[in-house]
């Protein structure tokens, strides 16, 4: 029954999302190889557009991403995250951040999609895009045969916006680029500029680091 509950939640949730942003899934082609699909976070309800633009087949191997100290808080985020989307929780305030590369190395392993956000949390300030934690490197060291695919997400801030409870109908974009891959005896500040203007390139005014 509760698995069933979930599914209708679900269902609902995507149905009322792409309703009101206008959001539909993308014909994406099928995909075998680990893929990390990294956005730019503005809005709480950013994995959602991530999700509901995936193919119904690739959303069932996919886990977003999130912080425990938010998705864990009341009895409704907790169900939504664990039931609904299957979200991999991690403590951002861990002593041992290596351990939140690990889980999700080990979700690849697995043969799990991701939907990560490299900023590290919500991007409230003027800058496009703020510059990436080094997550998102250490996980490609982790994993070099794991393909990142950038996600550009426009206008959601304006739909969901922070502090806010019910949705505003609003259309929303978003774009979805080509992958990248860790090049052999790539350094991090490298790989991190290279992902991080595939993620520009998709954004209406393009911007240059």
């Given at each position: ?5 979930a ?24 995909n075998?190889?680990?893929?990390v ?9 950013d ?14 191997q996919t ?5 425990a100290?938010?998705?864990n ?5 907790p169900?939504?995250?664990?039931s ?6 991690i403590e951002?305030?861990?002593d041992?951040p ?6 999700m190395?080990e979700?690849?392993e697995q043969?799990k ?10 991007n409230?300030?003027?800058e496009r ?12 060291c982790?994993?070099?045969?794991t393909?990142f695919?950038?996600?550009w997400?426009?206008?959601?801030n ?5 502090g806010?409870f ?8 978003v774009k ?6 860790l ?5 991090k500040?490298?790989f991190l500029?290279?992902?991080?203007q ?8 393009k911007?240059?680091?």
């Amino acid at each position: 029954m509760k698995m069933l509950i979930a599914k209708l939640i679900d269902h609902l949730i995507c149905f009322f999302t792409a309703f009101i942003t206008g959001v539909r899934p993308q014909n994406l082609p099928e995909n075998s190889q680990p893929t990390v699909y990294y956005a730019n976070h503005n809005s709480h309800g950013d994995f959602i557009l991530v999700w509901i633009s995936l193919p119904q087949e690739q959303r069932m191997q996919t886990r977003p991403v999130a912080g425990a100290d938010y998705w864990n808080k009341g009895k409704l985020r907790p169900f939504i995250a664990n039931s609904v989307f299957n979200v991999l929780l991690i403590e951002r305030n861990s002593d041992d951040p290596k351990k939140a590369i690990e889980c999700m190395a080990e979700q690849l392993e697995q043969g799990k999609h991701l939907i990560i956000f490299p900023e590290g949390t919500r991007n409230l300030s003027e800058e496009r895009l703020q510059p990436f934690k080094s997550g998102l490197y250490h996980l490609a060291c982790q994993r070099p045969d794991t393909q990142f695919v950038p996600v550009w997400i426009e206008n959601m801030n304006h739909v969901l916006p922070k502090g806010a409870f019910l949705p505003v109908p609003l259309m929303c974009q978003v774009k979805i680029g080509e992958p990248v891959c860790l090049a052999e005896q790539e350094g991090k500040e490298a790989f991190l500029a290279r992902t991080r203007q595939a993620l520009l390139d998709l954004a209406p005014n393009k911007e240059t680091l």
